[in-house]
């Protein structure tokens, strides 16, 4: 796989997987009616962008490069504090059941 089809096709499914994330986002946010970000937006992103990544590497294009890298950090700072949020209210629930279990 190292054809120039087959990095145009690599290139292709990294901007689909990475386009595919606004249209999560737009469906949440209607079914919900407000402006949401959903935690699959930050995965499709992180995705999309890894794969972007190899095919800007492979076009050696640090315009391109530098962009995709950028963005990478913020995806994954993103889901860290997704799941940072997740474990504190995991940790409050478990709270919650424990005094609840204990009468008080």
């Known amino acids: 796989m190292t054809g120039p089809m087959s990095w145009q096709a690599i290139g292709f ?8 994330r606004f249209l999560v986002q737009w469906i949440a946010s209607e079914k919900r009616r407000d402006s ?3 935690v699959a937006f930050w995965w499709l992103s992180l995705a999309g962008g890894v794969t972007l990544l190899a095919y800007a590497i492979h076009r050696r294009d640090p315009v391109f490069v ?10 994954a700072r993103n889901l860290m504090l ?3 949020k997740r474990r ?3 940790r409050s ?5 424990a005094r609840s279990d204990r009468g008080g």
């Not at 499914?13 to 595919?20: D, E, P, T």
């Open 66 to 75: 530098v962009g995709q890298g950028m963005g990478l950090a913020v995806y």
């Open 13 to 20: 499914l990294g901007q689909g997987v990475f386009s595919a």
């Open 36 to 38: 949401v970000i959903p």
């Open 82 to 84: 997704v799941a940072r």
């Open 88 to 90: 504190r209210e995991a």
């Open 93 to 97: 629930q478990a709270a919650r059941t």
